[in-house]
């Protein structure tokens, strides 16, 4: 029974990947054409006000600018399938380097925020729905709809403000103090990278630094938690099947527990991924006002310098990033609720 | 997939012990370390850091290097054979060369440099091959800098020569001036590097420039110990310079692209110099008795692009004369710059020797006016204004700018519609020429006149005139002899000619000269960031 049913998790997973592929190469399409579309030159873009025009040709041929727009993107796959990512127009440093760098940073800040946003938002609608219209309920809605309206720029300029400037509590942007230097780098994690350089101090010093950022992107992400929670368990609540769970005399922690929460897993889930995929893709914003040398930034500058390669990583990395969360989230889906199967 | 019975865990007992454990993480993640303070503060104490956007920053390698942020860290990484000393922009003054002649030759002139004793940060002795070889790659790398050693200063491979180990030739023809090579030598490109660190790095023919993109092997007064892209850039002193840093043992440049988060950092210590005040903060910081304020002149210069071709709005001179009377620059520089910029009107940034300090077009709208009427527009005209998004030359966003501008025009009967796009879009437009106003900033490529003057008066010169569709023999003539002129003398008049002659008939508008804010704590000695945008680190302390 266990090897019939692992073989179709297998099946189901290379069907997935296999889908994959076929999602991200459109994924590569849409962004070469979006890139080209614009009427701007990276040329121009890459070496500024005072190149002269033989510098921009030069630039040109060297980097496969002058070719017909499709033998550019043949180029680009071909390179592609070899596991090359190109070179940036702007930095003329290897697209994958740069995204290895990045996309780490991005990853830390957002399995903190995740963990603020799952540690704020979950109870708190599930508050909401057992409370239902009566205070904790009116007061979770409020922070839900307030969190979910807040720019989150505003709030991070508060927050820096209110806990760093004027509290003195938190420490203000950046992954580490100005004055330190990161440790080596080897998962590019830098909590991660301080404990294998054994140096605690910047361990600290590295958490220190991810509460503010992860609290103000969590607590956007909590607000929306909060919604979905609540809604969920409301409607699971008041179906038949936990009348009678509570009619036969069932503690009211396990109703909760076991019963309501488990069968309202599967849309609360959905959201987390979403959000997960959201916030890997970059929190531009956010990453900006706590100088987080994130995904985010690097696609905003990317974008803005028409640097069409570090444009199409940066989706494909998004991309890729969004597909593998669905699909983690559909392997959870029967992990959480038997009735989901692989069929 | 097995569906197993699993027993949740019972809520009230798991909840209060995951409680008591994030409270203590969280009171771990705010209580300061006290034990490791005590190191930490007298490294504190020899280490300058510095917070801005330097995000430009594309490659360490002297000879590659073309950014603001490149140039500085390359300046203290790399000696030059001459550079200039604190804010003296007129005299060069000996570095790696200790004394230097120039010598007229049939073809042209001779620059003969005598070099003193130096070492690398590797430890190998600086030579004239070192000379030979950092000079020769910058040629034949055809790098976004090479044109300034091939075609302002018309050097080839080989014309560059090491007669022994401590003497150096530059052969210069007729068409260059060996005073702008020798202004030349202080910038980045003619920064020396340990010729054979680099050729053990060679990869395809690159001269070694993939390796010293982010490794250095200079002889300047720190090391590059690492950089992170987009988070930081670390340099240690180097204990074989000659040019040693008694005081800064390290300097760190942290990325911080948001002026907030700098004034920040700046107020709670973190930094030790702001890069990137706003006008707005910078004046609160003057009045801050634990911060310094530092106007630091640049050579950059705020304008109004007029497209002067057949056809175009700007087509009559007299009309261009009439936007020149109808900018009000006072205004401009007062509330917009809060006082950090400089009133110029001439195509020579005040500061280099050249420039002409006169301003004959008083604010005049009335004037203005009339000289609309006399080109025949006595009820005004459209034009398309081209403005980039961001931030504007002086730290002004392009669109308040654009916006004064725009009300500016608008009171002499000029109806400037404004186009903001990126600064990638901006460029491409301009350079086709198909900009009819822009407002953009330019900087020139080295400290002499010669580098406004050829690029913004000679057609010829496929710049910014050529941009403007601005063609006039007279006045690239003018800039032509200028640039080759030895006689200082006479090369001063020239340019007074032509800058008058540009500022009457050119298709300009100059708006300001800005300063660039910077402002250290109080602490910070000895900090001085000169026109070119160097700073010697070696000569800062903190008290």
Redesign the interface.
């Known amino acids: 029974?266990?090897e019939g049913?692992?073989q179709?998790?297998l099946i189901y997973i290379l069907r997935r990947l296999a889908l994959m592929v076929f999602v991200l190469w459109g994924v590569t399409l849409a962004a070469f054409v979006i890139s080209h579309v614009?009427?701007?030159?990276?040329a121009?873009?890459a070496?500024?006000?005072?190149?002269?025009?033989e510098?921009?040709q030069?630039f040109r041929v060297k980097n496969g600018l002058d070719k017909p727009q499709v033998v550019q993107y043949a180029v680009y796959m071909g390179k592609l399938f070899h596991g090359d990512l190109g070179v940036s127009l702007?930095?003329?440093?290897p697209i994958a380097a740069?995204l290895r760098?990045?996309f780490p940073a991005t990853l830390e800040l957002t399995l903190v925020a995740v963990v603020f946003a799952v540690?704020i938002g979950l109870p708190l609608g599930l508050i909401a729905a057992l409370r239902h219209n009566r205070a904790p309920d009116l007061l979770a809605r409020i922070f839900a709809l307030v969190g979910g309206a807040t720019p989150v720029y505003w709030l991070a300029?508060l927050a820096?403000?209110v806990f760093?400037?004027r509290l003195?509590?938190?420490?203000?942007?950046?992954?580490i103090?100005?004055?330190s230097?990161?440790p080596p780098?080897r998962t590019g994690l830098v909590t991660v990278d301080a404990l294998l350089a054994h140096d605690p101090?910047v361990f600290?010093d590295a958490?220190?630094h991810l509460?503010l950022p992860g609290l103000v992107l969590g607590a956007f992400s909590a607000a929306l938690l909060t919604r979905m929670t609540r809604s969920a368990m409301l409607e699971v609540l008041g179906q038949d099947y936990i009348r009678t769970a509570r009619a036969k005399g069932l503690p009211g922690?396990?109703v909760?527990?076991?019963h309501a929460l488990r069968n309202a897993s599967l849309p609360i889930l959905t959201v987390l991924g979403s959000l997960f995929g959201s916030l890997l893709t970059g929190a531009v914003l956010t990453e900006?006002?706590?100088?987080w040398?994130g995904i985010g930034?690097?696609a905003t500058?990317s974008a803005?310098?028409?640097d069409f390669p570090a444009v199409m990583g940066v989706t494909l990395v998004a991309g890729l990033a969004y597909s593998l969360v669905n699909l983690l989230v559909d392997l959870l889906y029967?992990?959480f609720d038997?009735r989901v199967?692989?069929a | 997939m097995k569906r197993t019975v699993s027993a949740s865990p019972s809520a009230p007992v798991s909840r209060s012990l995951k409680a008591r454990t994030l409270l203590a993480l969280a009171l771990a993640l705010t209580v300061p370390l006290a034990a490791g303070q005590a190191g930490a503060q007298s490294a504190r104490q020899t280490t300058l850091v510095l917070g801005g956007d330097f995000s430009d920053l594309i490659t360490l390698d002297p000879g590659v290097s073309y950014e603001f942020t490149g140039s500085l860290v390359t300046g203290n990484l790399y000696d030059t054979l001459v550079g200039f000393e604190g804010n003296d922009l007129s005299k060069v003054r000996p570095r790696l060369a200790s004394s230097w002649k120039v010598t007229p030759t049939s073809a042209g002139s001779q620059i003969t440099f005598t070099l003193r004793s130096a070492k690398f940060s590797t430890g190998r002795p600086v030579t004239a091959a070192d000379v030979v070889y950092s000079m020769n790659r910058v040629i034949s790398l055809k790098s976004p800098s090479s044109f300034l050693l091939t075609d302002v200063a018309n050097l080839k491979v080989g014309s560059v020569t090491a007669p022994n180990a401590s003497t150096v030739v530059f052969s210069i023809p007729k068409t260059a001036n060996p005073n702008i090579v020798l202004a030349l030598l202080t910038f980045n490109v003619g920064g020396i590097i340990d010729s054979t660190e680099a050729k053990a790095h060679e990869q395809n023919g690159d001269f070694g420039s993939a390796w010293l993109r982010d490794h250095s092997a200079g002889s300047g007064p720190f090391v590059l110990n690492r950089w992170d892209r987009s988070s930081q850039v670390a340099l240690d002193s180097n204990p074989n310079a000659f040019r040693r840093s008694v005081n800064i043992k390290r300097v760190i440049l942290r990325y911080m692209l948001e002026s907030s988060a700098q004034q920040t950092a700046l107020n709670s210590g973190e930094i030790d110099v702001a890069w990137d005040y706003t006008p707005d903060a910078f004046n609160a910081a003057m009045s801050n008795s634990k911060l310094k304020a530092l106007k630091t002149s640049t050579f950059q210069m705020a304008y109004l692009g007029m497209n002067s071709a057949k056809g175009q709005p700007f087509e009559d001179p007299r009309l261009r004369e009439a936007v020149r009377y109808a900018i009000d620059q006072d205004g401009i520089i007062k509330s917009l710059l809060q006082g950090l910029g400089r009133k110029v009107q001439t195509i020579i940034p005040l500061g280099l020797a050249g420039s002409n300090p006169a301003l004959p077009y008083s604010y005049d709208p009335a004037k203005a006016k009339a000289l609309l009427a006399a080109a025949g527009k006595p009820n005004g005209f459209d034009v398309d204004f081209l403005v980039s998004t961001g931030s504007c030359s002086g730290g002004v966003p392009c669109q308040d700018l654009a916006a004064k501008i725009q009300a500016d025009l608008a009171k002499v009967g000029i109806r400037a519609n404004i186009k903001q796009m990126v600064n990638a879009e901006l460029l491409t437009a301009y350079r086709a020429q198909k900009a009819p106003l822009i407002q953009v900033a330019w900087s020139p490529d080295y400290p002499d006149a010669d580098g406004n003057g050829t690029p913004l008066a000679d057609y010829n010169a496929h710049s910014l005139a050529w941009r403007n569709a601005w063609s006039d023999p007279a006045a690239s003539k003018l800039a032509q002899s200028a640039a080759v002129e030895i006689d200082q003398a006479k090369r001063i008049a020239l340019y007074k000619q032509l800058t008058e002659l540009v500022v009457k008939s050119g298709p300009y508008a100059i708006l300001y000269q800005p300063y660039k804010p910077v402002v250290t704590s109080s602490s910070v000695v000895g900090f001085v960031r000169n026109a070119n945008g160097d700073v010697q680190f070696e000569k800062i302390a903190k008290k």
């Open positions: 029974m266990v049913g692992g179709l998790l614009v009427p701007a030159d990276p121009a873009a070496l500024g006000n005072n190149a002269r025009e510098q921009l030069d702007r930095t003329q440093a740069d760098q990045f540690l300029i820096l403000n760093h400037e003195g509590w938190l420490p203000g942007p950046g992954r103090d100005a004055y230097l990161a780098v101090e600290v958490l220190r509460v922690g396990r909760v527990w076991k900006t006002i706590f100088s040398p930034g690097y500058s803005v310098s028409l029967v992990g038997p199967s692989y």
